[in-house]
């Protein structure tokens, strides 16, 4: 009997993935649109199995996306990419799941499926995205390894592209400190890129993860980086610029970043320096906090407090919270003012139901609201 069961639910499983990749690949439905649809008709399946005339009545949803899903292309070729899966023994997380990444959950723009080769899980850990240009210079080199030898002491998972330069300098530093590093490809798990890093991999494989959002056969095209880089963002809490010029791919991480409400850091540089204007630049702008030493974020993420984590509401002011309530402020804890259509969005919640959550909050002296449809916590 018991076989039976985990039979089915594994039969279940499958045809979810099915279904979410077929959306994943289905013209004009971006991440935001596809969680649109599974959190409001229930699952990926439900999409396919919908009238279309049901489906067009959601808020945002056009004649051309209900043109787009009666295309049986993305199935047939969802269903070449499940066997690519099965037959390599690739993780799949999918955003409504558990062990799917909690902090990239609260991103708007999170991809729907992520695809996993290594050991790594996200549950209750510290995670720092480190990024900056793929021609790094001594300078650079030392402050990244300083960096992480001196954050060894509060065990955070390394996240970074892979990439020339401070890329794999932070993987291989991390590695160095006995630290799992996770690895954010912008292609599938075909081939790897840059090819001369292939030699780092099955190193990269036993110390931490490689995670992509691209399909097996994906090429690492040039938008394709650009896609990465809000994983890379959204996957931690903060992200450290070591060196960028005035313009970069490390700096649109930084935006994203930002746009998450997530902590910044750049490590400031003398002003004839080439890779070291972008960081400097960032300061000025006040767009990220200057690192000098670690101290600097180890202040500003708290960690000196009980294992870096933000401490609930409830036991602070011994207020009874309902689980959904808990679910939102903990929602604005991490990520702070956010809109309500957001904060629907992100907790899978109707709008009536957010709104209603607020109120009660508001009423208990836990969240105030702000111009502009904006909530936060006190």
Same mark, same amino acid.
């Given at each position: ?179 799992? *590093? ?60 070591i060196e960028s010029a005035e313009k970069g791919g490390s700096l649109v991480t ?16 003398? *002003? ?65 003012k956010q809109q309500l259509d957001l904060i629907s969005l ?7 139901? *957010? ?24």
């Amino acid at each position: 009997m018991f076989c039976i069961l985990i039979t089915k639910l594994l039969l279940m499983k499958k045809e979810e993935l099915l279904y979410a990749l077929a959306l994943q690949k289905t013209k004009g439905i971006g991440d935001i649109i596809a969680k649109k649809l599974i959190t409001t008709l229930g699952s990926a399946s439900a999409v396919y199995q919908e009238k279309h005339r049901n489906i067009q009545k959601l808020n945002g949803i056009g004649s051309i996306t209900i043109a787009n899903l009666k295309d049986k292309t993305p199935l047939k070729e969802a269903e070449k990419e499940v066997e690519f899966i099965i037959k390599n023994g690739i993780k799949t997380l999918y955003f409504l799941d558990d062990d799917y990444p909690n902090r990239l959950k609260y991103c708007i723009d999170g991809p729907i499926l992520l695809f996993q080769k290594g050991i790594t899980s996200f549950e209750n850990r510290k995670v720092i995205s480190i990024v900056g240009t793929r021609k790094i210079t001594s300078y650079g080199r030392d402050c990244c390894e300083q960096i992480i030898a001196d954050l060894k002491i509060y065990n955070p998972i390394i996240v970074s592209g892979f990439a020339y330069g401070v890329d794999i300098c932070a993987h291989r530093a991390a590695i160095k400190n006995g630290l799992e *590093t996770v690895a954010v490809l912008a292609q599938g798990f075909a081939g790897l890129y840059p090819k001369s890093h292939k030699k780092y991999e099955k190193e990269l494989l036993e110390n931490g993860s490689f995670l992509t959002e691209f399909w097996y056969h994906d090429q690492p095209l040039r938008e394709h980086f650009l896609q990465r880089n809000r994983i890379i963002a959204g996957l931690s809490e903060a992200t450290i610029v070591i060196e960028s010029a005035e313009k970069g791919g490390s700096l649109v991480t930084a935006d994203i970043a930002d746009s998450y409400n997530r902590d910044v850091f750049a490590v400031p540089g003398r *002003t004839s320096d080439k890779f070291s204007k972008g960081c400097n630049q960032l300061i000025k702008q006040n767009k990220a906090v200057m690192l000098n030493t670690v101290k600097d974020l180890i202040s500003e993420l708290s960690w000196e407090q009980s294992s870096a984590k933000k401490q609930l509401i409830q036991p602070q002011l011994f207020v009874e919270l309902s689980e959904t309530e808990q679910l939102v402020v903990t929602f604005l804890q991490l990520n702070g003012k956010q809109q309500l259509d957001l904060i629907s969005l992100n907790n899978q919640l109707s709008i009536q139901q *957010t709104a209603s959550v607020l109120f009660n909050l508001e009423m208990k002296g836990i969240v105030k609201p702000l111009p502009g449809k904006m909530f936060e916590v006190i």
